[in-house]
């Protein structure tokens, strides 16, 4: 299981932050392991990975949130801490973006939660659903047009063979029995 904390922002503005259990993660339809699933925007790559944009839907009691995510080709979802309710869509979901892209020209919320068994926005209890587009981006954005209003999540993708001290990195000491001194360097 994987427990997110999202702050829903509703119609007036007013923001809560649920308890949400996820122990289902499928992505463009294919089950993940929860391990794949994070809030953390700042993750160490190789340097071929890449991030896709996403918007997740998933279950809460009383209707389904929506949320930006990304999906680095490493397989590991990251989760944005923002979303909305889905139900204060319904009249113009379609019209809803992903970094530009109707909903309408992916795939509608309504059609993820009816392929997994479920009705309009109400999905099966601890499911996560995400859907990524074919571009790549670090940055995600799910505007609603009709309400002017919008969830932003960037991803930092940091090399893992970066030297982030560079020729700043301390010299290595360390504590020896009961007195300090410089031992030698193994490495």
Same mark, same amino acid.
């Given at each position: 299981m994987f427990l997110l904390k999202p702050h829903v922002t509703g119609l007036e503005g007013q923001v809560t932050t649920p308890d949400v259990v996820?122990?289902?993660? $499928?992505?463009?339809?294919?089950?993940?392991? *929860?391990? &794949?699933?994070? /809030?953390?925007?700042?993750q160490e790559v190789g340097a071929? !990975?890449?991030?896709?944009?996403?918007?997740? $839907?998933?279950?809460?009691?009383?209707?389904? *949130?929506? &949320?930006?995510? /990304?999906?680095?080709?490493n397989g590991l979802?990251?989760? !944005?801490?923002?979303?909305?309710r889905l139900s204060n869509l319904d009249d113009h979901v379609a019209e809803v973006t992903l970094n530009g892209v109707p909903l309408a020209d992916?795939?509608?919320?309504?059609?993820?939660?009816?392929?997994?068994?479920g009705a309009e926005d109400a999905l099966p209890r601890g499911y996560m659903l995400v859907r990524t587009i074919e571009a790549e981006a670090?940055?995600?954005?799910?505007?609603?047009?009709?309400?002017?209003?919008?969830?932003?999540?960037?991803?930092?993708?940091?090399?893992l063979d970066a030297d982030r001290w560079g020729d700043a990195r301390p010299r290595p000491?360390?504590?020896?029995?009961?007195?300090?001194?410089?031992?030698?360097?193994?490495?």
């Open positions: 996820v122990d289902c993660l $499928l992505v463009d339809g294919k089950m993940r392991s *929860l391990g &794949l699933l994070t /809030h953390n925007c700042w071929d !990975a890449f991030s896709r944009p996403a918007y997740a $839907l998933m279950a809460l009691g009383g209707g389904a *949130l929506i &949320l930006p995510a /990304h999906v680095i080709s979802v990251i989760a !944005a801490r923002a979303a909305w992916l795939e509608l919320p309504s059609d993820m939660v009816a392929d997994v068994g670090t940055e995600v954005t799910l505007a609603d047009p009709a309400l002017g209003r919008e969830l932003r999540n960037a991803v930092h993708l940091k090399l000491r360390y504590s020896v029995g009961p007195t300090q001194k410089e031992v030698p360097h193994f490495i």
